[in-house]
């Protein structure tokens, strides 16, 4: 059992955002983009949490009712920075609808067909699940989040060069894996922690949160018992974990440019609308970089 009595920071809410299921952020420049895991759009926000649009992902509508619309949301809960200011937002792949991708340019928008990778990343995991996504060190990084059958979580490492190529022709390949490293995370007062954002810092390091959820499923939500956030080295070793308080599910990272965090937590309840938060006293570990 994880034991960060030691190592707790507190975080800060700076803002109360238009969207609840907030489940990944990228800061560009002054820009905030926000997703929501159970919404068909990408919001833009002030570093600081006041919005300022809204663009369209995917077409339609979703039904109002929790329970019919779980099973129609294309859950993106990665969202990550492209070479040249492109967003890319990536469906979970816990389910066959939740294998779209989506690449922001501009004001254009591309659906991405992620099944031919994510069906190969199937064969390595009990339950597919990915929840986060950064480019570092000339690779894309994606979060494979532990929190169904075998918990098992795990950063895949992407070729970029293939990715980038690969989403010229709308979809990403198999041909871009280059490596899957499982990553063993502790548990927190009895429940395991699974991963839920990957970021990296202006110093280069790279960070990851999580979250102890008290299910089985990746398609189930379950109580939050907390919620730490993480730094790996260049191996993707654990370097360091730090307990946030107050308890809530953080789901999604990012780092200003002048190294502050942001972070975003999801309530898993469409009338609680999430909360923007940044962390004070934030210091990297030796070796993290």
């Known amino acids: 059992m994880l034991n960060l009595a030691d190592n707790v920071l507190a975080l800060r809410q700076l803002a109360t955002l238009r969207l609840s299921a907030a489940s990944a952020l990228v800061c560009q420049g002054q820009n905030l983009w926000l997703l929501a895991d159970d919404a068909l759009v990408l919001q833009r926000y002030s570093l600081s949490g006041d919005w300022q649009a809204e663009q369209i992902l995917l077409p339609g509508t979703l039904p109002v009712d929790a329970k019919q619309r779980k099973p129609l949301k294309p859950d993106f809960e990665a969202l990550l920075s492209l070479p040249g200011d492109r967003l890319l937002a990536l469906g979970?792949?816990?389910?066959?609808?939740?294998?779209?991708?989506?690449?922001?340019?501009?004001?254009?928008?591309?659906?991405?067909?992620?099944?031919?990778?994510?069906?190969?990343?199937?064969?390595?995991f009990q339950e597919l699940n990915i929840e986060g996504g950064v480019v570092c060190r000339g690779q894309l990084l994606l979060a494979q989040r532990g929190n169904g059958r075998g918990w098992e979580n795990a950063v895949v490492l992407l070729d970029l060069s293939r990715v980038l190529r690969d989403l010229?022709?709308?979809?990403?390949?198999?041909?871009?894996?280059?490596q899957i490293v499982p990553l063993q995370l502790p548990e927190l007062d009895g429940v395991p922690l699974s991963l839920t954002d990957l970021s990296v810092a202006p110093s280069g390091a790279l960070y990851f949160s999580a979250t102890a959820e008290a299910t089985e499923s990746s398609y189930l939500d379950g109580a939050c018992v907390g919620s730490v956030l993480g730094c790996l080295d260049e191996h993707l070793a654990i370097v360091e974990l730090t307990l946030l308080r107050p308890t809530v599910k953080i789901e999604g990272l990012a780092f200003q440019a002048d190294g502050r965090p942001l972070l975003v937590a999801d309530a898993d309840d469409a009338a609680i609308a999430s909360p923007l938060f940044t962390l004070d006293g934030l210091s990297e570990p030796a070796g993290s970089n």
Not at 107 to 120: C, G, K, M, N, W
Not at 168 to 178: I, K, P
């Open 92 to 124: 979970s792949g816990s389910t066959e609808r939740r294998c779209r991708g989506c690449l922001v340019e501009a004001d254009s928008v591309r659906v991405i067909d992620l099944s031919p990778l994510y069906q190969a990343l199937a064969g390595h």
């Open 168 to 178: 010229e022709n709308g979809q990403l390949s198999a041909a871009a894996l280059l």
